[in-house]
């Protein structure tokens, strides 16, 4: 009577599953920075055409003449409802420098219309007719990263209008 054994064959451990383990690592380090920039750059994308048109809208009601006051503040109200910012808008936030120079090089800052907050020309729009005019609007942009840097940006929009 003969018994046959038969004896498994097992391949020796080798260190292969600890490699691939931190290769996968790595490829998911770099794939999340990868998604989280292009996600920050779109949001930043998307903020930046948010604020040059309202800077654009802003500028085109105080070169009709309407007065400074109301714009603004029509221009605050439709930018905080559709919640295209990440965060909510301020009348502070606007700057407006008249020129009376041909070429419009200078915006001295006597011309100020308005500057954060504190009303020069009252609700009047005192830029006189034919002259240049630039509106300044400044936003600070909440990035996505700021949890692990807790930095945000400051973004400008500035258009430049001739008062009609």
């Keep these: 009577m003969s018994t046959n054994t038969v004896k498994l064959r097992t391949r020796p451990r080798s260190r292969q599953s600890g490699s691939v383990l931190v290769e996968c690592v790595f490829g998911v380090i770099v794939l999340c920075t990868f998604i989280f920039g292009v996600v920050e750059v779109a949001a ?42 990440s965060s909510n808008l301020t009348t502070g936030a606007f700057t407006v420098l008249w020129t009376d120079s041909a070429d419009g090089s200078s915006f001295p800052s006597g011309n100020v219309v308005k500057n954060d907050g504190a009303t020069f020309a009252g609700n009047s729009n005192n830029i006189p007719q034919g002259d240049l005019f630039r509106v300044d609007l400044a ?26």
Excluded: P
Excluded at 57 to 76: I, M, N, P
Excluded at 140 to 151: A, D, E, M, P, V
């Design 44 to 85: 930043i994308f998307k903020e930046s055409s948010t604020m040059y048109n309202l800077a654009r809208d802003c500028a085109r009601d105080l070169a009709a003449g309407k007065q400074y006051t109301g714009t603004v503040s029509k221009v605050v109200t439709a930018a905080n409802s559709t919640g295209h910012l």
């Design 139 to 164: 936003y600070t942009h909440q990035r996505f990263t700021s949890l692990l840097w807790n930095s945000n940006k400051t973004m400008h929009a500035m258009v430049i209008m001739r008062r009609q």
